[in-house]
């Protein structure tokens, strides 16, 4: 069955040039008898759907419905298998507002992209209050301010110029500068190349000869 989806995504990809998919909801685009909360079927499902994304270049968009689980966890108000939410890229939110019907609150929780990787659209209000997309210009201040990966990158290399240094001092150093955790690792790895070193059975990064 997972084949031969994916070969029909494909072909329909490849028939309309298509850079968008939207499946909505997700629980229609599953095979018949499929579990939400089964692990390994919706690791299956989305290996492949990350595969197509992969070879085509095409954005994938899966909508669904909030549990009414409204005391835990925006990550985990999500439907199904909490690797769904482990999955994906990015997660938004969108909730009716409690006073006002008519309006609506689209929030990010969950985002696995540092600001550079961020486009100048922005989800707007039309005149008849209907939600849709709007490309903004990026004001001149915010767009000289410094990136977070930038600084990231500059803290580390700085950091490590004389040699070894336990990896939390560098996080926590990152961390005094509004920088995740997840961000300053990826920077270590993706832009400085830093070696990893155990030194007295504490973890070290060291900037490779």
């Known amino acids: 069955m997972r084949e031969l989806v994916e070969d029909e995504l494909l072909d329909a990809i490849e028939q309309t040039g298509c850079r968008l998919i939207i499946i909505d909801p997700f629980q229609a685009f599953l095979p018949d008898g499929t579990s939400l909360g089964s692990i390994t079927r919706m690791r299956t499902i989305f290996t492949m759907l990350a595969n197509v994304a992969k070879t085509t270049g095409v954005a994938i968009v899966l909508v669904g419905h909030l549990n009414k689980n409204e005391s835990s966890k925006d990550i985990h108000r999500g439907f199904g298998s909490a690797d769904i939410a482990a999955a994906v890229r990015s997660i938004i939110m969108v909730e009716m507002d409690k006073k006002d019907p ?89 832009r400085v190349g830093v070696t990893l070193r155990s030194i007295g059975g504490v973890n070290h990064w060291e900037l490779e000869e």
């Not at 490309?135 to 990231?152: H, M």
């Not at 950091?159 to 995740?180: F, Q, T, W």
Request: net charge negative.
């Open 102 to 190: 008519e309006m609506r609150w689209v929030r990010a929780i969950k985002s696995n992209f540092d600001e550079s990787d961020y486009t100048s659209i922005r989800l707007v209000l039309d005149e008849e209050r209907r939600l849709g997309f709007a490309e903004f210009e990026v004001e001149e201040e915010a767009a000289a301010k410094p990136k977070k990966a930038d600084i990231a990158e500059e803290i580390i290399r700085a950091m490590l110029e004389n040699g070894p240094v336990p990896v939390e001092d560098v996080v926590e150093e990152c961390a005094a500068e509004g920088i995740s955790d997840r961000t300053a690792r990826r920077i270590a790895r993706e």
